[in-house]
């Protein structure tokens, strides 16, 4: 786990995830140090994974005010009900489908919750924060927000990608990594990540980047890249992802390839 500041206002917790054959996938969560402090998803779910005193490791977990579900996938929610405990305070800011895919597992109390949709605001003491639809996700309950008073954007899945190091998907900003193979990693994420994008036309795709254009956001932070100050380039990267090749995975016999290349050679 790696630790960034986005100046006075974010703490970044940056782990990560190998995605066999492809790369290494950033998973980070954020902390919001506002007057109301928000904690930004709760991490992978894996058993080796301590949310809470990770993020004790940044401020006292019974401070947190906020947890924004961005939604309830799992490598999103992996501290959300420790954290719940250590933070009697807190609320978990989501939609109303988090909540229904949250209760085909373990339900959230509804005195814990408050439900904001797209287009909705929320005021945290200090700053509002306003909730937007990505132009990319992976779950209908996706809300990602912007920070109107630094303009710092929170895309959940959108604008992710999955890394060719460890080292690439723990850098402190994507401006350091090589950017020609940054825009193939994010045309790639994003038809993995949202492949009903092959079903859009292109020029209506460019419009829903435009709006993120708009919003002149200061930094993007994505569940699945390092740190962008570089929106421009973030944007212009995603263009072509409609009339890009769409992912197939490995099938059973690529599968075996792959084992047999495992298997220990007799002498
Ligand atoms: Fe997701
Ligand atoms: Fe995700």
Not at 228 to 233: D, F, K, L, R, W
Request: charged share 20%; hydrophobic share 45%; net charge negative.
């Amino acid at each position: 786990m790696h630790k960034h500041r986005i100046g006075t206002d974010v703490t970044v917790l940056a782990d990560q995830t190998e995605v066999p054959g492809i790369g290494h996938l950033p998973i980070n969560a954020f902390v919001l140090h506002a007057d109301q402090p928000v904690v930004v998803d709760t991490g992978l779910s894996l058993p080796d994974r301590d949310f809470v005193s990770t993020l004790s490791s940044v401020m006292d977990p019974a401070d947190v005010r906020w947890i924004w579900l961005t939604h309830p996938d799992r490598d999103h929610t992996g501290g959300l009900y420790d954290l719940l405990d250590a933070a009697p305070q807190a609320r978990v800011i989501t939609t109303f489908l988090s909540l229904g895919i949250l209760a085909t597992e373990r339900p959230l109390p509804m005195d814990r919750v408050y439900l904001l949709n797209p287009g909705q605001k929320i005021d945290v003491g200090d700053r509002t924060l306003a909730a937007f639809r990505p132009p990319l996700f992976d779950n209908p309950a996706t809300t990602g927000f912007l920070d109107t008073s630094t303009g710092i954007s929170f895309s959940s899945d959108c604008f992710g990608a999955v890394m060719a190091t460890p080292e690439q998907a723990a850098a402190p900003d994507v401006a350091d990594l090589p950017q020609a193979e940054l825009a193939e990693r994010q045309v790639l994420w994003a038809g993995i990540d949202s492949p009903w994008i092959h079903h859009v036309a292109p020029d209506r795709f460019a419009e829903m980047l435009a709006g993120v254009r708009r919003a002149d956001p200061s930094w993007i932070l994505s569940s699945h890249l390092p740190p962008a100050q570089s929106i421009a380039t973030l944007l212009d990267n995603l263009l072509p992802t409609p009339q890009s090749s769409p992912f197939v995975g490995p099938d059973q016999a690529a599968l075996m390839a792959m084992l047999a290349q495992f298997e220990p050679v007799s002498a």
